[in-house]
C-alpha cells in the first residue's frame, strides 16, 4: 500500500477554515512548496479572468489549472489514452519519482517521491487510475 500523509498544503496555517474542494492550490503548494495564500490568490485570479469565478474555494476549472501550471513550468504526461483503459494506478510503484501533480477523476493530488501528501488517501486502495500527471521539467 502506498504511504500517505495526511496533509492541507498550509490552508489552515494561512487563516482559511471549513472544508473546500482546493485541491489544485493544495496540491501545488505542497509540490511546488510554494505558501498556500500565495497559490490560491494566483489561481482565484487567473480563474476570474478565464471564467469570471473570484474563487479558487470551490474548485478551479481545469482549462484554468492547465494554463496556471503549464506557466510555472510543469509538463504534463498523460498515462491513459482514450479507448485504452487505465494502464496506472495511484500507487507508488506504478508512478515515478519525483515531486508529482497526480490527476485522478475530478481531483488532483500531491505525491513526492512515492508518497502521497493529501487531506485523505485517494487512492482507493491502490485501484485509483491516473489520467495523468504534471511535473516541472
Not at 501533480?101 to 485523505?120: N, P, Q, R
Request: some cysteine.
Amino acid at each position: 500500500m502506498t504511504k500517505v500523509i495526511i496533509t492541507d498544503g498550509g490552508r489552515a496555517e494561512a487563516g482559511f477554515k471549513g472544508e473546500a474542494s482546493d485541491c489544485v492550490a493544495r496540491s501545488v503548494s505542497i509540490i511546488a512548496g510554494r505558501e498556500y495564500r500565495e497559490v490560491y490568490k494566483e489561481l482565484a485570479e487567473l480563474q476570474a479572468q478565464v471564467t469570471g469565478v473570484k474563487s479558487a474555494r470551490n474548485g478551479i476549472s481545469k482549462k484554468v489549472y492547465k494554463k496556471y501550471l503549464a506557466d510555472q513550468g510543469f509538463e504534463w504526461t498523460p498515462t491513459m489514452q482514450i479507448g485504452q483503459g487505465t494502464t496506472v494506478h495511484l500507487r507508488s510503484d506504478e508512478l515515478p519519482a519525483g515531486r508529482l501533480l497526480v490527476s485522478v477523476t475530478k481531483h488532483l493530488t500531491a505525491m513526492i517521491d512515492g508518497v502521497i501528501h493529501d487531506t485523505h488517501d485517494p487512492s482507493r486502495e491502490g485501484t485509483r487510475a491516473v489520467y495523468g500527471y504534471w511535473a516541472k521539467a
